[in-house]
């Protein structure tokens, strides 16, 4: 079966801090994976996205995620957290034959100053 | 560049009344098309998805139905409203698979801005 998990649902951190969102996945194929962000009352944006090129993923707004297949992580980091970082954070994973994501249940960022 | 649609913003319903959310998609073609749901605690669920007119798979048995009437438009109804059909809805896109896979294309779904449902 094909699924993500992702094993924070709360984190916190203070401005000027590195952020770190921790994903776990599970895949019978190569995967190939997301990160959204919410905003309060919005959409999904697109942070980045792994599909099989390059490990290391860079993103948007200085975030970049890791591709470990032999941890079956993608964990998501940004070095130094801004107050605009406070939002959810969903880990994705297309399935369905490519049609499709399966997404975690999103882990809440919250910046402190 | 393409972009995506929906309304309303938001929707207060009473139980029992009908509901109409709808989705357009500009800027590409014979995309595939999405609604998901998330409700107030959960993850985002995966209610229906076309990849093409009149072509719609549904993932979840519900209280609603979804249907394509052009390539571009996506509405998902209700004839008739449950208090548990509150939540957040979300209209998405991908293009068709076979393009090339850089940030911007290939396998990426894209989403709207979302849709407040309110059943009171």
């Known amino acids: 079966a094909q699924s993500v998990t992702q094993l924070d649902s709360h984190v916190s951190v203070s401005e000027g801090t590195p952020v770190l969102l921790r994903c776990n996945y599970s895949?019978?194929?190569?995967?190939?994976l997301f990160w959204y962000v919410q905003h309060p009352n919005k959409g999904l944006q697109l942070l980045l996205k792994y599909t099989s090129a390059a490990t290391l993923v860079k993103g948007i707004n200085g975030f970049e995620a890791e591709f470990k297949k032999s941890e079956t992580s993608f964990h998501l980091t940004k070095p130094s957290a801004h107050m605009s970082d406070a939002a959810e954070y969903f880990c994705?994973?297309?399935?369905?034959?490519?049609?499709?994501?399966?997404f975690g249940t999103g882990t809440q960022l919250k910046v402190e100053l | 560049s393409q972009t995506i649609h929906q309304w309303p913003a938001t929707l207060v319903q009473p139980v029992g009344s009908p509901l109409s959310l709808e989705c357009t998609v500009e800027g590409t073609s014979n995309p595939n098309l999405y609604w998901y749901r998330q409700a107030a605690g959960r993850g985002l669920q995966l209610l229906f998805y076309s990849v093409g007119i009149g072509q719609i798979s549904s993932e979840v048995p519900q209280n609603l139905s979804a249907s394509r009437p052009q390539d571009r438009q996506f509405i998902l109804s209700s004839k008739k409203l449950l208090l548990s059909d509150s939540g957040f809805y979300l209209c998405?896109?991908?293009?068709?698979?076979?393009?090339?896979?850089?940030?911007?294309?290939?396998?990426?779904?894209?989403f709207g801005e979302g849709s407040w449902l309110t059943v009171v």
């Open positions: 994705a994973l297309l399935t369905g034959g490519g049609n499709k994501l399966t």
């Open positions: 895949s019978s194929y190569s995967p190939s």
């Open positions: 998405a896109w991908s293009p068709t698979k076979g393009l090339t896979t850089s940030l911007n294309s290939g396998n990426t779904i894209y």
